[in-house]
């Protein structure tokens, strides 16, 4: 049994698709097909139910993934202490991150990083909170920065800040207040995010405790479409307040305050409970509690009396 074999073998089981699982571990699938083939051989069972272009794991599989799992992870991390020897000067780190934080804190965070760890191979994906979380349960990520609660008994979650969500609407928007109740968005046309999205979630809840059903004209998945959008004059959105001041002047947009309740979400640092955190993982995260510090710093003079709360 080789290691390879394991991997092709994790990747068909996280994929449930021979094709796809080929191009995560950059083979071609008729040699993936194969080394699968032979780790059935060796093992005398089937690890895999053929459905058409899916595949689902039979009850072998799925006992032999857990244990798969826990020898893969055990090597890695072996490989990461001999690796704190070096000084963490090489390996890799995976990290996910939703799209608006994406937008302000990886750039200064990732040229601190790789200042201090020019050697790791440092790779960032955009992607929702969901995912982000499903990445780290698989294994695909080794750090995730999402939107909170995550709840599970395999994450630890250290929390990162609170951050209240603003309104957003055209520049030529004939509202006057500069401060809008939660009902006054009932009828108000919005521009949102798709329904299975975290930030999504957070603003309909907030909606229905101030008795309010939002009225979604367009959803986009990425938040800087949306703000296009808006300037364009699509309808108005909801967005995180940090992601709004951090942008670039030039898009004509107005931001609006948001009371009773005053929407807000959390984000936080998550990374796996079971697996060991090397130096370059550990260090990632004291710079990204460092950098937010500074943006939020930076962002006090544009918010005025915006308050957006760092925990430290």
Do not use: W
């Not at 996910?96 to 200042?115: D, E, H, M, W």
């Not at 909170?129 to 294994?139: K, R, Y």
């Amino acid at each position: 049994m080789e290691l390879r074999q394991l991997r092709y073998f994790l990747a068909v089981a996280a994929t449930q698709n021979f094709t796809r699982a080929a191009e995560t571990v950059h083979v071609s699938q008729p040699s993936l097909s194969i080394q699968i083939a032979g780790l059935e051989d060796e093992l005398g069972t089937k690890l895999f139910d053929r459905l058409g272009r899916k595949v689902a794991l039979t009850q072998a599989g799925e006992l032999f993934r857990d244990h798969a799992g826990r020898v893969l992870r055990e090597l890695e991390q072996a490989v990461q202490v001999v690796q704190e020897l070096q000084g963490a000067q090489r390996g890799r780190l995976v990290v996910g991150t939703v799209a608006t934080v994406n937008s302000y804190l990886i750039p200064p965070l990732v040229s601190r990083f790789k200042q201090r760890f020019p050697g790791i191979h440092l790779q960032v994906h955009a992607q929702p909170s969901t995912d982000i979380v499903a990445g780290l349960l698989a294994n695909r990520l080794d750090i995730g920065i999402c939107l909170l609660p995550v709840e599970h008994d395999r994450l630890t979650v250290v929390p990162l800040f609170d951050e209240r969500l603003i309104l957003v609407a055209p520049a030529n928007s004939p509202m006057k207040k500069a401060r809008l109740h939660m009902q006054e968005l009932a009828g108000l046309p919005l521009v949102l995010m798709p329904a299975d999205y975290c930030l999504r979630k957070m603003v309909e809840a907030e909606c229905a405790e101030a008795h309010v059903q939002p009225q979604v004209v367009l959803e986009m998945t990425s938040p800087e479409g949306i703000l296009q959008a808006v300037a364009g004059g699509a309808g108005l959105t909801i967005l995180p307040e940090l992601y709004v001041l951090m942008r670039p002047p030039g898009l004509s947009i107005r931001t609006f305050e948001l009371h009773d309740p005053v929407p807000r979400h959390s984000v936080g640092l998550v990374f796996p409970s079971d697996r060991y955190q090397n130096l370059a993982a550990k260090e990632f995260g004291n710079l990204c509690r460092d950098t937010m510090k500074t943006i939020l710093e930076i962002s006090k003079p544009a918010a005025s009396k915006r308050r957006i709360g760092l925990r430290v």
